[in-house]
């Protein structure tokens, strides 16, 4: 990796989304926004708890389904798939190519295969989205 070029990281929205039930089922696209507006911070001071990684990172949020359309904002570049995110995703990790630290948040097992095959680092969504506390499951917050 060249050193004016941050490490990618690439959020699988859809399984991050997922991760946490906080009626996102009910909004899809504004739980993508307010993910994407979580992920703000992390493009200047990096993703907590890995070393090697502090900021700036390059972060692009891949979106499907009904959550596609969201703007990008300053921080965080957001892919809209036309098709299966997964496809996205894998085919963004390997044009990242070997000589770009490429990290993919998701729990997809299977997309996990497919990025690592790459070069990829997997982490997963708790490393940028906490869980919710018992309780605490409204869509405000």
Request: aromatic share 4%; hydrophobic share 30%; glycine share 8%.
């Given at each position: 990796m060249s050193e004016d070029e941050a490490v990618l990281v690439i959020v699988d929205g859809a399984n991050v989304v997922g991760s946490v039930p906080d009626g996102w089922w009910r909004d899809r696209?504004?739980?993508a926004v307010?993910?994407?507006?979580?992920?703000?911070?992390?493009?200047t001071a990096g993703l907590p708890g890995l070393p090697g990684l502090p900021g700036p990172v390059e972060i692009v949020l891949v979106v499907e389904g009904a959550a596609r359309g969201v703007d990008s904002v300053a921080g965080v570049r957001v892919a809209s798939a036309p098709g299966s995110g997964d496809d996205l995703i894998a085919g963004l990790a390997a044009a990242a190519g070997p000589d770009r630290?490429?990290?993919v948040v998701t729990a997809d097992r299977g997309?996990?295969?497919r990025v690592e095959a790459y070069g990829a680092r997997c982490v997963g969504p708790r490393m940028v989205r906490p869980p919710?506390?018992?309780?605490?499951?409204s869509m405000s917050g």
């Open positions: 696209r504004g739980a307010r993910l994407r507006d979580s992920l703000v911070p992390y493009a630290e490429c990290v997309l996990r295969q919710r506390r018992p309780g605490n499951e």
